[in-house]
């Protein structure tokens, strides 16, 4: 028998993605361009980069996907599902072919 929460109970939510997915919390917008110039409210430079929050199972066991917890990725946005969890709308459900590049930290020689 599954107990129910008693009303007023705050219950914890997650967001884990299945399949092939991973959640991405995007990078904020960039509101000044390279040159220092403002760009008013409405017009904002999309960015199509983010952070690992979580990978699926799936993603996790298959070798061919190097894409880890916390990695800061490039991803194509047109198959994103955006998740309406936080006020901001930052989180997104990727599927792992739309992830194309993970950014590293070159290691010097002799680590």
Known sequence: MTQRPKEGTKRLETVEPVGKRVLIRKDEDKKITKVGIHLPDKMEIPTLTGRVVAVSSQVERDPDYSVERYDRVLFHPKHAIP??????????????EDVVAVFRSASSAGD
């Open 83 to 96: 998740v309406d969890f936080e006020g901001d709308n930052r989180l997104y459900v990727v599927p792992i």
